[in-house]
């Protein structure tokens, strides 16, 4: 992996942990997790095996500690490590048969209701969770998959563009 490649990880991750520091929690530490958009837009955009484990594990530790659910940190690394194998394999089978904007559409609902799901669950079998599992999916991962739903279909072409401009341009001379 380059060096471009991990400074363009390490800056959509830095995004998404601003997300995830901003985005308020509710019921008992719950909260949507916004940096899994960012994880999903980094596996879209690289479509690597290595940048996926590698962004999931970063995630996953970002996660941990900035988590507001209480003894979270295992089921958030446990969460973000599954859900970035999970939507790598699913990128690699949708990303040829149907345009990126409608892939990343569902990378966002399937791979935010994995996610969710694997976090209440290693939660739940691990610490405990203070609600019915079927009442924390509908209140928090359902809502959470709605927005990183919309999110990725407006991220996801916005962070592509971004890439083909700065590709795109040349190095300026600076004196002559």
């Known amino acids: 992996m380059k060096i471009k490649e991990m400074a363009q990880i390490s800056l959509l991750l830095a995004?998404?942990?601003?997300l995830h520091l901003i985005t308020p929690?509710?019921?008992?530490?719950?909260?949507p997790d916004l940096l899994i958009a960012m994880l999903f837009v980094i596996i879209l955009l690289k479509r690597d095996f290595k940048a996926s484990l590698l962004a999931g594990g970063v995630a996953g530790?970002?996660?941990?500690?900035?988590?507001t659910f209480p003894a979270g940190q295992i089921p958030n690394l446990i969460d973000k490590l599954t859900t970035s194998l999970v939507v790598f394999l699913l990128v690699k089978?949708?990303?040829?048969?149907?345009?990126?904007i409608v892939t990343a559409g569902i990378i966002g609902a399937l791979g935010t209701l994995v996610s969710g799901t694997v976090f209440l669950l290693s939660a739940l079998a691990l610490v405990g969770i203070p609600a019915p599992f079927e009442v924390l999916f509908v209140t928090v991962v359902i809502p959470a998959a709605v927005a990183n739903t919309i999110g990725l279909i407006v991220l996801y072409p916005l962070v592509v563009f971004s890439k083909k401009?700065?590709?795109g341009s040349r190095p300026q001379q600076v004196t002559k």
């Open 25 to 31: 929690g509710y019921g008992a530490g719950m909260k």
């Open 15 to 18: 995004i998404g942990f601003i």
């Open 165 to 167: 401009v700065v590709d």
């Open 93 to 100: 089978l949708l990303a040829d048969r149907m345009p990126n």
């Open 61 to 67: 530790i970002i996660a941990a500690l900035t988590t």
